[in-house]
């Protein structure tokens, strides 16, 4: 087993309006990694698309000491560092170009009965691979409180966009809903330093969202929840830290 590696160049439809690659751009490049590495293994979308399986997300911890920039080329480094029963833990890396650490994430995988919507055994139905048991960030992705009150909300609306390949609305856009529901001056002046997400339940094409965020100095918890029947569909804390 060896790592899996590339670059990317941060183009300019990936910043946001301070030139800094968009949390939305940084969790795909996560996912691009992920899948290409699991590719190359022969556990990538081929596989699953063959066999009824699919990849679900169900964690991540992010700490970010710097975002990068526009026209900055940055280097990831992707590797499964743990394996469980029903999850997979896949750990990650970004250099910049001097070669400095500015970002770390692990992320957890449960494989799933793309029909019966269901978790399956890895070790029954995944051909034999090795991990690294190298740990980037040393998280056991602990569970995240709920908002205790309500210091802003938002709705939204799935777009057809949303939608990944898996019929569901994709990883990425979690952090995007909870990072609009904190005030706009304030994200002008922080950027969100360590990003954890607990996924709970699908959300699917057409349905409108609610997030509920409470938010503590330097600090902010967030759940959304579908409005039609409430179930929660995720909770994510992040911290935030001064440019």
């Known amino acids: ?5 590339k670059e990317y160049q941060i183009r300019t439809y990936e910043c946001d309006k301070n030139s800094n690659l ?27 698309l063959k066999n009824g399986f699919a990849w679900v997300g169900s964690n991540y911890h992010i ?9 900055e080329t940055i280097r990831v480094e992707t590797w499964p560092s743990a394996e469980k029963k029903l999850g997979a833990v896949r ?16 992320s957890q995988w449960i494989l799933i009965d793309f029909i019966r919507k269901r978790p399956i055994s890895l ?16 998280t056991d ?36 809903w909870a990072t609009e529901c904190v005030d706009h001056e304030f994200r002008d002046s922080h950027f969100p330093a360590e990003i954890e997400i607990a996924f709970k339940k699908e959300c699917r094409l057409g349905e409108d969202v609610g997030i509920a965020s409470q938010i503590d100095d330097l600090i902010s918890n967030h759940s ?9 569909l995720a909770r994510l804390r992040i911290k935030w830290q001064k440019i």
């Open 91 to 106: 750990d990650f890396v970004v250099y910049d170009a001097k070669g400095n650490i500015i970002i770390t994430a692990s």
């Open 22 to 48: 968009r949390v939305l751009t940084l969790m795909n490049i996560l996912q691009d990694m992920a899948d290409s590495h699991a590719s190359d293994l022969g556990l990538g979308l081929e596989f699953c």
């Open 1 to 5: 087993m060896k790592k899996w590696e």
């Open 141 to 176: 992705f602990p569970k995240l409180p709920e908002p205790e009150r309500i210091d802003c909300s938002r709705t939204f609306s799935v777009r057809f966009d949303d939608i990944d390949i898996n019929r569901h609305v994709n990883n990425a856009v979690y952090p995007l």
């Open 63 to 71: 700490q970010i000491s710097r975002l990068p920039m526009l026209h």
């Open 123 to 138: 070790k029954d139905h995944l051909p034999e691979y090795t991990v690294i048991p190298e740990r980037a960030l040393e």
């Open 224 to 232: 959304v929840k579908a409005l039609s029947d409430g179930r929660e």
